[in-house]
């Protein structure tokens, strides 16, 4: 390159410009103009803006840039046993808008990730059905499908905070939901293929996988708002995500969301399979459980500033962000609190606002740099909005893993670190 304006060394003209430029910058008093004026990173040209970068061959399947390499699904080791059942989180605190990445998705699995070739999948539906069948994925994908947007929240999301708070980061402490598009099948078309007999009531979707996922589901559900899903935001599932094929049922706790869908009986009444009795019941105070605990309830979470998102610019203007939810339909409002639940303010929902699906939130404000304990509170369309941490304890008793949709705090310091608190 021979153009002068692209040396390494500024020329004459272009020194003298950069103070000219520098002085605006001073007199104009603003730290973010000062420090455009004298930034290197402007006068100077930079080595990629000087040569040629890769081809197009170069990421035949594109992958984020090298500097968002911290942005991963996590998990916590002593969490549970072995990695095969276990889980990892969607690190809510480093995205925006509603949807989730899908590499991005948290995982949860109870028999590790089954390795299916499609060619080799089958959907079998039997039971109380007039002809059982069995349905390739070719089958399948010539039914009239539908592209819908939903949440997945495990039930046991936010479970290690009913006994104080534990983990420090909104990934740990909510990233077990992700929020996709998905294409799929209505369950109903599939049922009907079948012919459902008149005493039909339940059906019982199995997973291909090691464990053999399965869950009760109720027919008026199944014949709802209920997929066969085969793609998620465009593309094929992911295997951890259940390749080649899963059920999605939408606003319900995820583990209904069978994986490797392979099977699906029809019956006259519930199961009672091992992830309805001793899994996935909340055990109250009285030694009673609650069951068949299945719409997952109003939740939000502040995902920025938050312990793994702490603000780095000092005091001035900033956004709040953050996530709602509601298996009941959509988010009607969040509020926002900066003093640990005393006062709230009504945050901007932006983006779609769809039915079971994220919401996003903003709330832009001047910080003044001293202490917040900062809150957020989601409302759904039929009214129903989150309870406090204290409120769901006295109403559920402390023995519950799943359904904690109580209120999150952050306690913010005047040095921009983030903390996981809760206030009584
Ligand atoms: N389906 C099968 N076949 N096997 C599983 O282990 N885990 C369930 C559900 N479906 C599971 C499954 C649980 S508990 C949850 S929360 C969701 O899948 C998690 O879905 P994800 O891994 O896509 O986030
Ligand atoms: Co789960």
Redesign the pocket.
């Known amino acids: 390159m021979t153009d002068k304006t692209n040396s390494k060394t500024p020329g004459l003209s272009r020194r003298s410009l950069l103070k000219a430029g520098f002085a605006a910058g001073a007199v104009a008093g603003t730290a973010g103009a000062a420090r455009a004026a004298g930034d290197p990173l402007i006068t100077e040209i930079q080595d990629w803006n000087r040569y040629l970068g890769d081809g197009v061959q170069a990421r035949p399947y594109g992958t984020p840039s090298e500097y968002e390499a911290n942005v991963v699904r996590r998990d916590v080791e002593w969490l549970t046993a072995s990695t095969e059942s276990s889980v990892n989180f969607t690190p809510l605190h480093e995205l925006d808008g509603i949807i989730t990445p899908n590499g991005l998705?948290?995982?949860?699995?109870?028999?590790g990730i089954a390795d299916i070739n499609p060619a080799d999948h089958r959907l079998m539906i039997n039971g109380l059905v007039d002809s059982p069948l069995v349905f390739t994925m070719e089958d399948l994908k010539r039914f009239p499908r539908e592209n819908r947007v939903y949440f997945?929240e495990?039930?046991a999301n936010s479970g290690m905070e009913w006994r104080g708070s534990q983990l420090n980061g909104c990934q740990y402490t909510h990233g077990?939901v992700?929020c996709v598009m998905y294409t799929g099948v209505p369950l109903k078309l599939i049922l009907e293929e079948a012919g459902l007999k008149t005493n039909a009531k339940w059906v019982m979707p199995e997973?291909?996988?090691a464990?053999a996922?399965t869950r009760s589901i109720p027919m008026e559900k199944a014949l709802d708002d209920c997929l066969v899903a085969f793609k998620m935001n465009g593309e094929a599932l992911r295997p951890?995500?259940?390749y080649p094929l899963r059920l999605v049922v939408p606003g319900w706790e995820?583990?209904m969301?069978?994986?490797?869908l392979r099977r699906i009986e029809v019956g006259d009444e519930p199961w009672h399979q091992r992830e309805e009795t001793s899994k996935y019941t909340d055990l109250l105070e009285n030694g009673k459980a609650r069951r068949f605990t299945w719409v997952m309830d109003p939740k939000s979470v502040i995902t920025s500033p938050s312990p793994q998102a702490p603000i780095s610019h000092g005091k001035g203007p900033m956004v709040i962000s953050g996530v709602a939810w509601s298996g009941n339909g959509r988010i009607k409002r969040v509020d926002v609190s900066l003093d640990g639940g005393r006062n709230w303010k009504t945050a901007r929902l932006d983006g779609p606002s769809l039915s079971k699906a994220m919401h996003r939130f903003y709330l832009d404000i001047d910080w003044d740099g001293s202490d917040m304990l900062i809150q957020s509170r989601a409302m759904d369309e039929h009214g129903f909005f989150q309870p406090t941490k204290n409120e769901l304890r006295a109403a559920r008793g402390e023995n519950s893993i799943y359904h904690n949709n109580g209120i999150q705090t952050w306690y913010v310091k005047a040095d921009g670190m983030v903390e996981n608190v809760e206030v009584s």
């Open positions: 998705c948290f995982e949860r699995h109870h028999g997945l495990c039930a077990m992700h997973g291909a996988d464990s996922m951890e995500q259940g995820g583990n969301w069978v994986k490797w």
